[in-house]
């Protein structure tokens, strides 16, 4: 793994010195829809460490993220690396979670919580795991909750069945490992992330690969 990464081996999360990790954490939502968050600081963090918290969970909004995106935000970038700061001075681990998206129109003037992602997604995490490809404190989870497309296309992309073209988990898996990154990739099932039973004949192929479900 990374200094201070993880690896997956089986069922299981290992930290760098080769012991069994169990994260613990909280979602901090806002960042998907307000791109300077909402009472973010680093009481914030504080206050959800305290709870026992060892990892916490950023949404992020792809269109926020991209220059070009209607939506796009020039301090965006800062306001995030300011957040995992604030999380990592404090021992936590950090997940990046593509929260909202666009269909894969860059001008949409309304993204939001999609079916799935798209090719624009690709293009944002490509962007993203270039930035922290050296941290291994920050996980990456590809998106937030997919929904109403079979496994097929979960997989391998295709058809949405509500107008955009879908990229796979498998492309936004690539798309990370094609940077040389190697933090740990979380994936969520279908029927909005708590369905896994599809993955064992749909797995995406690779490694430090967790599979996430949302109960």
């Known amino acids: 793994p990374l200094p201070g990464g993880y690896s997956v081996s089986g069922n299981a999360i290992y930290d760098e010195n ?42 992020l909004n792809q269109d926020f993220w991209l220059p070009g995106a209607a939506k796009y935000s020039s301090s965006y970038e800062q306001n995030i690396d300011t957040a995992i700061t604030w999380a990592e001075e404090l021992g936590m681990d950090v997940i990046l979670d593509l929260h909202w998206s666009d269909k894969g129109d860059l001008q949409n003037g309304n ?11 690709v293009t944002f995490w490509t962007s993203v795991a270039n930035k922290y490809k050296d941290d291994g ?34 492309d936004l898996y690539d798309a990370v490992r094609a940077t040389g990154a190697t933090n740990l990739a979380l994936i969520g099932g279908l029927d909005y992330a708590y369905n896994l039973q599809g993955v064992p004949a749909h797995k995406v192929q690779g490694f430090n690969i967790v599979y996430v479900t949302h109960p």
């Open 137 to 170: 404190h920050i996980l990456f989870e590809l998106y937030n909750e997919p929904h109403d497309v079979s496994w097929e296309v979960w997989l391998n992309g295709g058809d949405s069945g509500d107008g955009f073209q879908v990229a796979g988990m498998q």
């Open 18 to 59: 080769g012991d069994k990790h169990l994260f613990h954490g909280i979602a901090r939502p806002s960042t998907e829809w307000n791109p300077s968050g909402e009472n973010l600081s680093k009481a914030d963090f504080a206050l959800q460490q305290s709870w026992g918290a060892n990892v916490t969970r950023l949404s």
């Open 111 to 121: 993204p939001g919580q999609q079916r799935m992602a798209d090719q624009n997604s």
